[in-house]
Each structure stands twice: as structure tokens, then as C-alpha cells.
């Protein structure tokens, strides 16, 4: 039994979503064949030493204010290319919550280390969000046949995304008692409420990215799912080994890069 498997589906349960059980066979064996590092205590024990120096903790957050808005435009742009317009939707309301988090990212960075943040770079730093709502964002168009994804294409994008949505809620774990630490006793709970949300966030991306890959399993491609979500898990755990040679990105929430060969 892999701990980052079950770690992801107790969540799952704690905040009572709904995942099909062939989803969650899948997500078991492509942990067990490609154990993620991320979920081992070595990984962890790293973080928390990195975490100790205050320099490296506040750069950390900035990286994050940084990725996820990029990050939310990267999957806006995805939804643009979904044909299944339910699909469509749940990957739209990823975006909205990234472009969310990047603000959230410089709130933290605001609250722990205020006299870090100058009027002009608190500026810049919010620039990042593309600051996507419910109400406001991109029109939506309908989808021309030139830019649709193949399905298959669409599927191994969602697989990537639940397989870092997941390595994405064990750093938010880890991330929520180093904020805690580092606040003072009057925005402790402020900053616990902000964490929970962020990671209830996240929860919620593996819910909606494993319900389209459950979907996908029910139409009769189990077999090719099984098989990226095993290769997948292997491409998600180098990518993840290649970050943590580089100090800054040990704290990111996402990825810079995905594979998508």
C-alpha cells in the first residue's frame, strides 16, 4: 500500500467527494509501481530544513505566487481545447482557483513577512494573477474543429494534472506548520484558514481531474488509462527529482514543466 495513494484518497473521503472505485485501483497501482519521492520522509525531512531559514521560506512563496498564476493561464488555455464541455467546465474552474491561489501566495507572503513587501513589488506580484473569476474571465467561444484536442490528448493532460494536483496537496500539507510558525499569534488562525482553503482547494482539482478519468474508464478505454496513469506517475516522479536539485523550487506547489511527449 502506497502512502501518497491513500493519503490522496483519504482526503477524498474526508471532504466527502465522489471518485469511482476504478479510478482509485488505478491511482493505487500506478503509486506502488512508481513509488512518488514526494511522499517519502526523506523529501519531507528536506523541506522542513529548507523551510527553517526564513530568506529561503519568503522566495519559496513569491515562486508560488509565480507558478500559480502561470499555472492558471496554462489551463485556461487547455479548457479552450476540451470538446466534453462538462470536462471543459471542471478544468475552467481549475484555472479560476490558480489565478485565486497566486493572490492568496502574496496575502501569505504579506501577513509573514511584511516588511518584505514594498507597495511596487507587492504590485508586480499580484500582476501574476490573471486574476480569473466565476464573473469575469476569457470569453468563452464556441470551439473550432482546428483547436480541439484529441480525446486521448485531453486525457493524458488530465492524468498529468490529477498526478500533480496530488504531489500539490502533500507540499500544501507540508507548507501549512511552517506557516503556522512563522505567524504571529494574531494572524495564526488567518493564516490557518487561508491554508485550509488551499488545501481543500487542491483536494477538490484530484476529485474533478479523477471523476473525468473514471468518465473516461467507463467508455471502454480502461486499459490505456491504467497505462499512462502508470507512465505518468513515472514522468511526474523524474520531473519531480530534477526540481528538488534546484533550492528554490523545493516549496512550489506545481511543477514548471510538464512532459508531454
Not at 58 to 71: A, I, Y
Not at 144 to 162: F, P, R
Not at 221 to 247: C, P
Amino acid at each position: 500500500m502506497n502512502n501518497v495513494s491513500e493519503l490522496a484518497l483519504n482526503y477524498l473521503q474526508r471532504y466527502n467527494c465522489q471518485i469511482l472505485e476504478d479510478y482509485q485501483s488505478v491511482l493505487r497501482q500506478a503509486c506502488e509501481i512508481h513509488p512518488p519521492p514526494h511522499g517519502m520522509a526523506w523529501y519531507g525531512n528536506s523541506y522542513r530544513q529548507f523551510a527553517r531559514n526564513a530568506e529561503w521560506f519568503s522566495n519559496s512563496l513569491v515562486t508560488n505566487v509565480v507558478e500559480e498564476g502561470t499555472g492558471s493561464k496554462q489551463v485556461w488555455q487547455f479548457s479552450e481545447q476540451i470538446k466534453n464541455q462538462e470536462f471543459a467546465q471542471l478544468v475552467r474552474n481549475h484555472s479560476i482557483d490558480e489565478s485565486r491561489h497566486s493572490l492568496m501566495f502574496v496575502a501569505l507572503l504579506n501577513i509573514i513577512f511584511p516588511t518584505k513587501i514594498e507597495a511596487d513589488f507587492r504590485t508586480q506580484l499580484k500582476a501574476f494573477s490573471p486574476q480569473y473569476y466565476h464573473h469575469k474571465h476569457p470569453p468563452l467561444v464556441p470551439i473550432s474543429s482546428a483547436k480541439i484536442m484529441d480525446d486521448l490528448l485531453v486525457m493524458d493532460e488530465i492524468i498529468q494534472i490529477n498526478l500533480l494536483e496530488i504531489r500539490a496537496l502533500i507540499l500544501q500539507l507540508l507548507l501549512r506548520p511552517v506557516l503556522q510558525a512563522y505567524s504571529t499569534p494574531k494572524d495564526l488562525a488567518k493564516v490557518t484558514r487561508m491554508s485550509d482553503l488551499l488545501i481543500f482547494d487542491e483536494t477538490k482539482h484530484i476529485e474533478y481531474s479523477g471523476y473525468c478519468i473514471g468518465k473516461y474508464m467507463e467508455q471502454g478505454h480502461g486499459s490505456w488509462v491504467r497505462e499512462m496513469m502508470i507512465y505518468r506517475q513515472k514522468t511526474v516522479n523524474e520531473m519531480f527529482l530534477e526540481d528538488i536539485e534546484l533550492a528554490d523550487s523545493v516549496g512550489t506547489t506545481i511543477l514548471r514543466t510538464q512532459d508531454r511527449s
